[in-house]
C-alpha cells in the first residue's frame, strides 16, 4: 500500500494542487512534519505560496494551526497575516489562535563565531 509521499505533497501544496495534497493526506502523510532538507511545515508554505485553499484544507485535516515553521521563520498565524490571507486568519481565530508577533530566525552558529569579540 502506498504510504503517500512527503515530498510530493509539500510541493502540490505550494503549487495549489489540492487534489494531490488530498490524495497524500488520505494516505497518511503527516502534515506536521518538517523534512531535514525543507524545515517548513506545509502548512506555512502553502501560505506563503498563497494557496488559502490548500491551507484551508490542510487545517480542516490536522495540521497543528500553530505549529512553527524554521525555515520560514514564521506561526501559521504569521504567515497569513503577512500574506494577507483572510479566510485562513479567520479560521485560526476561531481556532483559538491568537496574533503573535513575528519571529525571527536565530543567527545559524557560524555568524555568531564570526560575531565573537567583534562589536
Known sequence: MDGGNWKEMFNAACEG???LVA???KQGVDLNYAHPEFLSTPLVAAMLAKQETVAL????????PTLFSEFDGLRPMQAATQMDLRL???KLLSLGVTQSPVVT???SWISNWFRVGRP
Open 17 to 19: 494542487d489540492l487534489e
Open 57 to 64: 484544507y490542510l487545517i480542516e485535516n490536522g495540521a497543528k
Open 105 to 107: 530566525k536565530p543567527r
Open 88 to 90: 485562513v486568519q479567520e
Open 23 to 25: 490524495y497524500h493526506v
